[in-house]
């Protein structure tokens, strides 16, 4: 385990250093293994763009995308889980048939679309389009179809809608399931570069991870303060994680029995 965590932990160890040299210490040894202390590629990091903005909308976009993609697995686990209509197994299939699509070959007539609805450049770009989660949908589906289904007979006896069957029984039963989509798609949201670099072009709505690119130039990458800026754009993450990582180890170990079940 300390051989693993080291290989896990040697990336950002480096980065970290590097935040603190000097641009002519890049390629040195010594400055691999030991930081000069260069605090001023800090501030050079945090006036080359708008953080505070660019996080506000990051925390925005993750945490609206996050709860659209909970509520649509939770509904759609629901309905393919327990519930019993025709073409069922088809349409379950469908949704899982999106997991074999490249998202690659899809950016090009999602920005044509994007584009004829007038909403390139917004939040709606970065939030609707993922806010439907496959994995979640799956996991979701596993464990309502799990759970015994005497339990909701005796609901529907004592007259419970499908609605009330859904929100008083249900989500309570798949907690865990909840748990693990709600951190994997913020924390997927987060980390997401490509698509809000090609979907936006304004700071007033684009996360941390495109203002990274502002390091990048004509001239050449300020590695320095690029790797400045990603220490402080990550240790937000790694502070949510941490405070929640026994529900996510949890939550994991459940879902683990839930889909075995």
């Given amino acids: 385990m300390v051989v693993v965590s080291l290989v896990f932990l040697l990336p950002f160890y480096y980065v970290a250093v590097a935040s603190l040299n000097r641009a002519s210490d890049n390629g040195s040894l010594a400055a691999i293994l030991l930081p000069h202390w260069h605090f001023d590629n800090y501030r050079r990091a945090w006036d080359a763009a708008p953080w505070m903005r660019l996080f506000l909308n990051t925390l925005l976009i993750a945490s609206a995308t996050a709860a659209l993609a909970l509520a649509t697995s939770l509904l759609a686990g629901f309905a393919f889980g327990l519930m019993r209509f025709r073409g069922r197994n088809m349409l379950f299939g469908l949704v899982m048939a999106v997991l074999m699509i490249p998202g ?15 909403w390139l450049d917004t939040y709606w770009i970065q939030i609707v389009p993922w806010g439907a989660s496959v994995f979640g949908i799956f996991l979701v589906r596993q464990f309502f179809a799990g759970l015994p289904e005497e ?16 929100w008083s029984i249900g989500v309570p039963l798949v907690r865990p399931a909840i748990v693990i989509i709600l951190i994997n798609v913020f924390l997927a949201t987060w980390n997401s570069f490509l698509w809000p670099f090609l979907m936006t072009s304004s700071p007033g709505v684009q996360p ?12 050449g990458t300020d590695y320095t303060g690029l790797s400045a800026a990603v220490v402080f754009t990550t ?10 990582q026994r529900q996510f180890i949890t939550g994991a170990m459940s879902t683990a029995g839930g889909v075995r079940g």
Wanted: zero cysteines.
């Fill in 104 to 118: 690659t070959v899809l950016i090009i007539p999602d920005y044509l679309i994007a584009k004829d609805i007038h």
């Fill in 151 to 166: 339990i909701f007979d005796a609901a529907e006896l004592d007259g419970a809608s499908r609605l009330r069957m859904f």
């Fill in 208 to 219: 941390v991870e495109v203002g990274l690119a502002a390091f990048a130039g004509t001239d």
């Fill in 235 to 244: 240790v937000p993450v790694l502070a949510f994680f941490l405070v929640l």
